[in-house]
């Protein structure tokens, strides 16, 4: 019973460095989601996947870019990290129209 | 814009006695709410989910009240534990379901 797996958990990156964020879900559900969590802040909605093939913007998605590989896999990508960017980030994913998210474990990204 | 707020400052209770944790949101009517727990370097996890047309929902030792007027929901945990401490967020849905919006979280302590 893996629920939603993230890749890696820790990451340090140099300002300017790309990496990608790695999301799977073993639970058939329709929908995907990158958040970010930040000290005060809470969870904010960076990029979604409502389903296979389509995905949209959250409520800070500059700086990131995604893709729904197919309906297990999703992926977030930094293409020129910034310090802004250190972050706790976190997958989730959701059955079409439940709304109830199962999250990732989260990958704790350092920008230096 | 919407904003949702919970406590920022942390909740110290007994052991025992009931928790209240409070989320206010202003701006926004949403179709149902959820309340989440997270755990210190864990990713959030669904408790209860409340719809408008319900005034209280209860799991166990759980209770969770939906007040649309007062654009407030009240959430109860009874006979606290240590057990229980952890941080707890609520969320509310956005565009028919297709997005979540998280507070910031409330820090609950239990002590023995």
């Known amino acids: 019973n893996a629920g939603v797996t993230q890749t890696p958990k820790f990451q340090v990156l140099k300002t300017g460095q790309s990496m990608t964020l790695q999301c799977a879900q073993d639970?058939?559900?329709?929908?995907m989601y990158w958040y970010r969590q930040d000290p005060g802040m809470g969870l904010r909605l960076i990029y979604y996947?409502?389903?296979?093939?389509?995905?949209d913007k959250g409520e800070v998605p500059n700086g990131y870019n995604v893709s729904r590989l197919n309906k297990r896999e999703f992926s977030l990508r930094l293409e020129s990290a910034a310090p802004s960017q250190t972050s706790v980030y976190f997958c989730?994913?959701?059955?079409?129209?439940?709304?109830?998210?199962?999250f990732g474990a989260g990958s704790r990204l350092t920008v230096l | 814009s919407q904003k949702i707020e919970q406590n920022s400052e942390a909740l110290n209770i007994q052991e025992g006695k009931t928790a209240t944790l409070t989320c206010n949101y202003t701006?926004?009517?949403?179709?149902?709410l959820q309340w989440y727990r997270q755990d210190p370097g864990r990713g959030p996890v669904f408790l209860l989910l409340?719809?408008?047309?319900?005034k209280e929902k209860r799991k166990e030792r759980l209770k969770v009240t939906f007040d649309t007027t007062l654009k407030q929901s009240l959430f109860h945990i009874t006979a606290s534990q240590p057990a229980d401490s952890a941080t707890y967020l609520c969320?509310?849905?956005?565009?028919?379901?297709?997005?979540?919006?998280f507070g910031a979280g409330t820090i609950l302590r239990v002590k023995s």
């Open positions: 989730a994913s959701s059955e079409a129209g439940a709304n109830v998210l199962t």
């Open positions: 639970m058939n559900h329709n929908s």
């Open positions: 996947s409502a389903s296979e093939g389509t995905t």
């Open positions: 701006n926004y009517s949403p179709a149902y």
């Open positions: 409340i719809r408008e047309n319900e």
């Open positions: 969320a509310l849905d956005m565009e028919y379901g297709n997005k979540l919006v």
